[in-house]
């Protein structure tokens, strides 16, 4: 399984088509994550084959839903697989939209440099740390204001 970032016109059921703006396949869904700005991120049902430079459907779901397709694929600088094709629709899933996840503790929505900081003697033994805080990003963009 591959992931990657869907771009602004497309919608599920549509193939992927490649050209010089879309982003590549990544091996890792939290690298697709780290790069998507807020738009739905996607798993593709594909396994590259460095051999032959080319992506195959994989598992035997895909390879029924897609038929005998295959497409050639490049491995670029930032470790990403370029697909050189038009990816069937049937390969492709949206997983979610796109989230920042940050520790409670850490988000300083306001500088706030003109107040004294309390001194604390450190996290006690019966303190749990709190939970994560998912930010979601609407679809049309990163802020909600």
């Known amino acids: 399984m591959l992931y990657t970032i ?20 990544f091996r890792w869904r ?15 049902a594909l396994r590259y084959d460095p051999i032959r430079g080319s992506v195959v459907p994989a598992g035997p ?3 029924m839903a897609a038929g005998p397709w295959a497409a050639p694929a490049i491995v670029v600088a930032g470790g990403e697989v370029k697909v050189l094709a038009e ?7 949206k997983i979610g939209q796109a989230e920042l996840k940050a520790h409670p ?15 604390s003697n450190g996290p ?6 709190p939970p994560l805080l ?9 802020s909600a204001a």
Do not use: C, M, Y
């Open 6 to 25: 869907a771009n602004t016109d497309w919608s599920p059921g549509h193939p992927l088509t490649p050209g010089p703006a879309r982003p590549g396949l």
């Open 30 to 44: 939290s690298q697709a994550e780290a790069a998507s700005t807020g738009r739905p991120l996607l798993a593709v």
């Open 61 to 63: 779901v895909a390879r």
């Open 87 to 93: 990816i069937p629709g049937a390969l492709v899933r």
């Open 105 to 119: 503790a850490k988000l300083n929505a306001v500088s706030r440099s003109h107040l004294a900081v309390p001194k």
């Open 124 to 129: 006690r033994a019966t303190d749990r740390p």
């Open 134 to 142: 998912r930010i979601r990003f609407p679809a049309g963009g990163q």
